[in-house]
């Protein structure tokens, strides 16, 4: 199941290149949401026979594949990673039927996005060092050219910006990940195979630095952030959603996955460090967002925020501040791609995203009043107001994380106050008052235009009124998670 679930997307991608005639947007379009949902089905398929109450690896597949350098193609998918493949095989085929019709090159454009899918599944489920780092890089190229060819004004600036840093950051984890298995004579690069934890403290810290440093540029963490802000900004509205919905979601992963696990020692060590590197990131990408004028820009903010949560919950490694980190990847993918969209109808509609022209979108009979309320929504979701998933997954890892590390929690809860800050102003500023006679004829804004971010505000609200439907998943992997580093902490100490 779980190499269908790769190849499909790749099977994607050749259908759409080697289509034989050439082919219109509308068309290709049509094509790449058939085969998108595909993808999403088979995953939901994976699912339903998943068994929740197991909390080891699934559906795992191994063979031998260069056998003199250890490495393996070996998958299996746990409480960790399914919750990211549902929302990765979700938000695909939300930033496909987000595409404009009339996009150029459609056939080159799709099979990059296919190309996009099939690097994050296959990280996803690597239960190989190797093989992760290899899917983890396939990732690069496709969303450089999406960025660089369909992107804004400083489009090449903000993709070589991106390139850079993921090129460093992939630089640092391949080191970390070869010192592990070098340093430790572990037989092969398989997970379970793994022995660093037997390392020196030294050691294991110094592999741990590569590991962090690396997954937080792609988190991103401050002060390696500055390459987000950019590439949101001048990224097409889908691909703003696959990246601030999906692809950050590898950085935050890798940390639990990799950091967390294999080096338990180092991270119990460093453990009070990353969670005063959360404060700062949360506090500096709030006080950040509030000084944007670019709607755009301030939701990229908000993400840089947000994601410092996720880095506290696993700093703390509790069985409850690592399931609501997991709650928290999932929330701020929808929360986060569902502002993405509004802010791009916005600007398709208004032909601005500048707070200093915007005003009184919110208009009954000129503006945008459906579109407004669905922002209102998505900053109250951001925000953490109760009844919505961004509330139970940051009440979790508060809850979680408070018993570990009381200072830092309170001021990462500062934090959820300054997001209500921000997103005030985004509100008051774009949608209240008189509306701007600078934008004073907007098109109409059909359904088409709001529907994924509709789907995404009734995923928001269930899963916020019964977030049981998504802890169910992962309660026995976090305990397993968990355990493990713990037991392997006793046999080092003895």
């Known amino acids: 199941m779980l190499s269908t679930l790769i190849l499909l997307p790749l099977i994607g991608a050749a259908v759409i290149v080697f289509y034989p005639t050439s082919i219109s947007g509308k068309t290709a379009r049509q094509i790449s949401l058939a085969i998108a949902g595909m993808i999403f089905l088979w995953t939901v398929l994976l699912t339903i026979r998943f068994d929740p109450n197991q909390g080891n690896v699934q559906f795992t597949e191994s063979l031998i594949w260069i056998d003199v350098l250890g490495l393996n193609y070996r998958l299996g998918v746990d409480g960790l990673s399914l919750p990211l493949l549902l929302l990765n095989g979700i938000?695909?085929?939300?930033?496909i039927y987000s595409t404009d019709e009339s996009i150029q090159r459609p056939k080159f454009y799709y099979s990059l996005i296919f190309l996009l899918s099939t690097g994050v599944i296959g990280a996803f489920l690597a239960q190989d060092l190797l093989l992760f780092f290899l899917f983890y890089e396939l990732e690069l190229i496709p969303l450089y050219l999406l960025i660089a060819i369909w992107g804004g004004i400083r489009k090449g600036y903000a993709a070589t910006k991106f390139l850079i840093y993921t090129a460093l950051s992939g630089i640092l984890i391949l080191a970390s990940f070869l010192g592990m298995i070098w340093l430790s004579h572990s037989p092969s690069f398989a997970l379970e195979t793994v022995n660093a934890h037997t390392l020196p403290l030294t050691t294991q810290l110094l592999l741990l630095a590569g590991i962090i440093?690396?997954?937080?540029?792609?988190?991103?963490?401050?002060?390696?952030?500055?390459?987000?802000?950019?590439?949101h900004v001048e990224a097409s509205t889908p691909i703003s959603v696959l990246l601030a919905g999906v692809l950050l979601k590898l950085g935050t992963y890798g940390l639990v996955r990799f950091g967390m696990n294999l080096l338990p020692q180092a991270w119990?060590?460093?453990?009070?460090?990353?969670?005063?590197?959360?404060?700062?990131?949360?506090l500096f990408g709030a006080s950040c967002a509030i000084a944007q004028k670019d709607m755009k820009k301030m939701v990229a903010y908000s993400s840089i925020g947000h994601m410092g949560y996720i880095l506290l919950a696993t700093a703390a490694a509790t069985p409850l501040s690592v399931l609501g980190a997991i709650m928290q990847m999932v929330s701020h993918g929808l929360i986060s791609a569902m502002l993405f969209l509004l802010v791009g109808v916005v600007?398709?509609?208004?032909?601005?995203?500048?707070?200093?022209?915007?005003?009184?979108?919110l208009n009954p009979e000129r503006g945008m009043p459906v579109v407004g309320t669905l922002m209102i929504l998505g900053v109250m979701a951001s925000a953490g107001i109760p009844g919505m998933v961004g509330f139970i997954s940051e009440f979790i890892i508060f809850r979680g994380s408070y018993e570990v590390f009381p200072v830092q929690t309170l001021l990462s809860m500062v934090g959820t106050g300054l997001t209500a800050v921000y997103f005030l102003i985004l509100v008051n500023r774009a949608f209240f008052g008189r509306l701007s006679p600078q934008v004073v004829r907007l098109p109409r804004v059909?359904?088409?235009d709001r529907l994924p971010a509709?789907?995404?505000a009734g995923l928001i609200?269930?899963?916020?009124i019964q977030p049981s439907w998504l802890t169910h998943w992962s309660q026995a992997t976090v305990q397993v998670s968990v355990q493990k580093p713990a037991s392997q902490l006793t046999q080092v100490s003895k």
Request: aromatic share 10%; proline share 6%.
């Open 461 to 464: 609200i269930i899963l916020g």
């Open 446 to 448: 059909y359904l088409s």
């Open 91 to 95: 938000l695909t085929v939300i930033a």
């Open 454 to 456: 509709v789907v995404l």
């Open 213 to 231: 440093i690396g997954f937080g540029i792609k988190i991103p963490l401050v002060p390696f952030h500055t390459w987000l802000p950019d590439a």
């Open 347 to 361: 600007y398709k509609k208004a032909g601005s995203r500048d707070l200093e022209v915007l005003r009184g979108l």
């Open 268 to 282: 119990e060590y460093a453990a009070p460090t990353l969670a005063t590197w959360a404060v700062i990131s949360v």
